[in-house]
């Protein structure tokens, strides 16, 4: 049974204050901003600092997130290096309300193939919610293999959020699960056409943070079935994402969101906010672009 969820997707952030606690209400804003647009919500990842979180910190950014989602989806991320953690945070966002939870794998040490499949064995056991699994080898050290996630599926997995930033690794991922209603997600906005293409139902896009009206455009374009049109709406999203990385795209994501006129609060240390001369730099190309007024 295919759980659903699909369309854009924003990692959002979490708003912290200059003194590095939640800034719950510029949470509040940001998800109600991104609520009238987005298809649903991925927080507490990478773009959300989970690991900069303590674990009573992600759960809270989780509740905020459920509340008001509006009729978004609430993917919560669970990752974390340990099991149990995992679990607990994972337990917390089925009580919570979510709708589907993500974990990475259990990051810092290397795993085995069949350690990872037992951890993820454990989490989809541990909830009734659709369970993602999140694939970032560049972060995590553990890549799960196109044969691990066919394992999976046929254990229950309910989908897989790709970050590998490796379409051919996508591509495998789609020959080798076959299981009906098996939920695909690319984790970047880069590869969104060519995955969605290949049988994707949505993206996980980093760029939907700042500019949601764009990424759904794009996608509504692709939905429209026009290649033409469709690929030059992905060269306007990579132009956009990579103004986004002229500095560190998490600090950049709180910079941009500030360029529009919103409060994001600040990034968590040790991140540190970006120079003045990226900062206009930046303001400057997405103004050529017409993102920015």
């Not at 290397?110 to 699994?133: D, G, T």
Request: charged share 20%.
């Amino acid at each position: 049974m295919s759980t659903g969820i699909g369309g854009i997707i924003p990692p959002v952030i979490t708003c912290f204050d200059k003194n590095g606690k939640i800034d719950e209400s510029a949470q509040r804003e940001i998800v109600r901003y991104l609520a009238k647009y987005v298809q649903g919500f991925y927080p507490c990842g990478t773009y959300g600092s989970g690991p900069l979180m303590t674990t009573e910190e992600r759960k809270r950014v989780a509740e905020i997130v459920i509340k008001e989602k509006a009729s978004a989806k609430a993917i919560i991320h669970v990752g974390a290096a340990s099991t149990a953690e995992a679990l607990d945070l994972a337990r917390h966002a089925e009580a919570a309300g979510a709708d589907a939870i993500g974990a990475i794998p259990p990051y810092y040490y290397a795993y085995s193939q069949a350690q990872l499949i037992e951890h993820y064995r454990k989490l989809i056991k541990a909830v009734k919610i659709p369970v993602f699994l999140y694939n970032n080898p560049e972060l995590s050290r553990n890549p799960v293999s196109a044969e691990s996630l066919r394992i999976l599926a046929d254990d229950g997995l309910a989908g897989v959020k790709d970050s590998s930033f490796d379409l051919v690794n996508f591509y495998n991922y789609v020959l080798a699960v076959k299981k009906p209603g098996f939920t695909f997600i690319v984790g970047t906005e880069a590869i969104a056409a060519a995955a969605l293409d290949a049988g994707a139902s949505g993206v996980i896009a980093g760029l939907a943070n700042v500019f949601p009206e764009f990424l759904v455009d794009f996608f509504s374009t692709w939905k429209k079935g026009d290649s033409r049109a469709t690929a030059k709406k992905q060269l306007e999203v990579m132009r956009a994402r990579n103004v986004l990385k002229l500095g560190p795209t998490l600090t950049m994501t709180y910079a941009a969101l500030r360029m529009r006129g919103f409060n994001p609060g600040y990034p968590r240390a040790p991140y540190t906010e970006i120079s003045k001369d990226i900062y206009d730099k930046a303001l400057k190309e997405f103004q050529l672009m017409g993102l920015i007024g």
